[in-house]
């Protein structure tokens, strides 16, 4: 005799509007244990017990990372003994599942072996920790929802889901909901009945939760207690502002000079920005490219050369790594000595607060104090802009608010460096800047008397 177990699953707040919800993009956000993640495999479960033949994926970013985390939540909380769901681990031509005795299947895999999980087609996509994968990653994932079973969809609203506790506000997922593209479902403490009572009290696990969130300080108290996107701990640019920084060109603008930045990439995107510097020496970024390396570098000398042509531009500085690249692109090689990134860091992150008239100082006249003192006609501004509405600039953006510093400890003390991911753009950025400021610093030191600059640093001719 088979005794039949029902069990009742509590839902509330977003997690109810998750159950409900059909949109083909669907973000599930809040602070740490909100119950997202135990709901959207409830649902995946109760999908794949209700409709025979449905097939799943859960993906994340590394496959490795699922069992630990996901994972261990689907076989601890929601599959129990009974369900007739077994695990197969894969093969070479497979990608490890969980099967149902209907013939629906759970896929589970990671973008690092995307070929392997983009080889079926589903009627639901879970991408478990979204803010881990990429834009180009998410909207790779969206064709897959193709499943056909008897030339019908086992399911009508075919769908992804991805779940997250926020990230900084220029995330790219955070604006694509902004955008109105994927629909955004906000969870909260109190839809985990595990925290709260059903009358709104706080359990006992909840009062104990609830106090360990609120001794967070900064951006993780922002986010997993509040549920904010907010801005990255350790920025490097922590006053880069959309609102401030990014705005259309201005009328009777004059620009001196303009100069490349490059970043190679070969695992990684390479990035070229074009940065015009203006008769204030504010600095205006007119455009951005950024593609991984998929043809030999053909990109990338186009995108070269068509800044060069579009911008009038002569001079540019390029990767530490990539000496014969530069050269060939008649360009100088930035330093890969230590501390050369951080120098560069510095260079730039000046340039984001105001200036009296909007009159920028080089970075050897601010060290000497020789700095425009006004009073000028022209309002105060910042020292550097992305000009709206260009190629890359958003992404640019979205590169800046993410980019931090990393602190590491060790037996001569801590150690401070830049995180180096998603930041391909910014790098390219860096290396214009310090283009500009070194052949800039060239006529401030001749002009003070502070000696002779090196050979290699040649003075910049406006054009």
Request: net charge neutral; proline share 5%; charged share 30%.
């Amino acid at each position: 005799m088979t005794t039949e177990v029902v069990r009742t699953l509590k839902l509330r707040g977003g997690n109810r509007e998750l159950w409900a919800a059909r949109d083909r993009e669907l973000l599930v956000e809040g602070p740490r244990g909100t119950g997202k993640t135990r709901t959207i495999l409830e649902l995946i479960n109760d999908l794949c017990q209700a409709f025979p033949g449905l097939v799943v994926l859960i993906v994340r970013k590394y496959q490795r990372t699922l069992a630990s985390t996901c994972l261990r939540t689907l076989n601890e909380q929601v599959l129990h003994n009974g369900d007739g769901v077994s695990f197969f681990g894969g093969s070479a031509d497979e990608p490890a599942s969980y099967r149902y005795r209907n013939g629906s299947r759970i896929v589970v895999g990671g973008m690092d072996n995307a070929d392997k999980v983009k080889s079926s087609e589903y009627s639901l996509v879970y991408a478990n920790e979204v803010t881990e994968l990429t834009e180009d990653d998410w909207e790779s994932l969206l064709p897959l929802l193709r499943q056909l079973r008897d030339g019908e969809r086992p399911i009508e609203a075919q769908r992804i889901i991805g779940d997250c506790n926020p990230a900084d506000s220029g995330h790219w997922l955070n604006r694509r909901c902004e955008a109105g593209k994927t629909r955004r479902i906000r969870t909260t403490l109190r839809d985990n009945p595990a925290y709260y009572a059903d009358a709104g009290a706080l359990t006992e696990a909840g009062e104990a939760y609830l106090a360990t969130l609120t001794s967070l300080t900064g951006p993780r108290r922002e986010r997993w207690l509040l549920g904010l996107w907010t801005g990255v701990e350790n920025a490097c640019y922590p006053i880069f502002d959309r609102m401030t920084h990014v705005r259309p060109l201005e009328p009777g603008l004059h620009f001196k000079a303009t100069v490349i930045g490059e970043d190679y990439g070969a695992t990684h995107k390479c990035g070229v920005a074009a940065m015009s510097v203006d008769q204030y020496n504010r600095r205006w970024i007119r455009e951005a490219w950024g593609e991984a390396d998929t043809d030999e570098g053909r990109s990338l000398n186009l995108t070269v050369s068509q800044f060069k042509e579009r911008y009038a531009a002569w001079r540019g500085r390029g990767d530490p790594n990539q000496k014969y690249l530069n050269d060939r692109h008649g360009f100088a090689t930035a330093s890969g000595a230590a501390g050369s990134r951080l120098h560069r860091v510095d260079l730039l992150e000046r340039l984001f607060y105001s200036y009296p008239g909007g009159r920028v100082p080089t970075f050897a006249e601010e060290r000497t104090l020789t700095v425009p003192r006004g009073p000028f006609a022209e309002a105060d501004s910042p020292g550097l802009f992305l000009v709206e509405g260009m190629r890359g600039i958003d992404e640019l953006a979205a590169e800046l608010e993410a980019y931090h510093y990393v602190f590491t400890e060790t037996p001569k003390g801590k150690t401070k460096d830049v995180y180096r991911a998603n930041d391909d753009l910014v790098a390219a950025v860096e290396y214009a800047n310090e283009e500009w400021e070194e052949g800039a610093a060239q006529a401030v030191q001749t002009r003070i008397g502070l000696g002779r600059p090196p050979r290699r640093v040649r003075e910049y001719v406006p054009i």
